[in-house]
């Protein structure tokens, strides 16, 4: 038999790539920050934001305009924080649902669908603690981006002075970088509505 064509046998370091090395948790925690920091609501903020602030010319109208879609986003960005995903192990349909003390109240199923959790998942469907913790962080940040945005400063206030520009500047980037640490330490298995099922 030719020697080029010789079967392969798996080294012994092989067995050891079906283990979890660090490397691999600390790839698996950086990749889930953009679905922990507020990315889509910032997004579709400051998509928004030139319209209703008339690009920084701002009248009356413009001012509550602003005010209500910082309001509207930033609660979006706080009830996000507290959804979740699950997939019926039976049926391989992924449900839309919010975290309570009690497990995941789902929104997308109908009465006559019966689910059954087993008891590990539902423990891990609960709100806990850490939750508040990201949802704080996740709130703070959108806030620390919407209210230093060019045109929401321009619009309410246009004659702010050099430390105010540095200011606004330099906010978002610390309070993201912040939180990013903690969601790095503490991070969380919840996978919010948006995301897809990635299990």
């Known amino acids: 038999m030719d020697e080029s064509k010789e079967e392969y ?3 012994a370091g092989d067995a050891e790539d079906k283990n979890p ?3 691999d948790k600390t790839v698996s925690s950086i990749a889930s920050l953009s679905q922990l920091l507020p990315s889509n609501t910032v997004f579709a903020f400051q998509t928004l934001a030139p319209s209703f602030t008339n690009s920084g010319v701002c009248h009356t109208s413009n001012k509550y305009h602003t ?4 309001i509207i ?4 960005c706080f009830f996000c924080s507290f959804t979740d995903t699950f997939k019926d192990k039976k049926t391989g349909r992924l449900y839309f649902g919010i975290a309570t003390f009690e497990g995941l109240h789902i929104f997308n199923k109908t009465p006559s669908e ?10 891990n469907l609960k709100l806990r603690g850490i939750d508040f913790v990201h949802d704080i962080f996740s709130f703070v940040v959108f806030l620390a981006f919407a209210l230093t945005d060019a045109n929401v400063v321009r619009c309410f206030s246009p004659n702010r ?3 105010m520009k540095a200011l606004n500047l330099n906010l978002p980037l610390g309070f993201s970088a912040l939180a990013s640490l903690i969601f790095f330490i503490f991070p969380t298995t919840r996978n919010g509505i948006g995301y897809g099922d990635t299990s």
């Open 9 to 11: 046998k798996p080294h």
């Open 21 to 23: 090395r660090a490397s």
């Open 67 to 70: 005010i209500s879609l910082v």
């Open 73 to 76: 986003s930033a609660t979006t």
């Open 114 to 123: 019966n689910i059954e959790i087993d008891r590990f998942t539902k423990e």
């Open 161 to 163: 002075g050099q430390n």
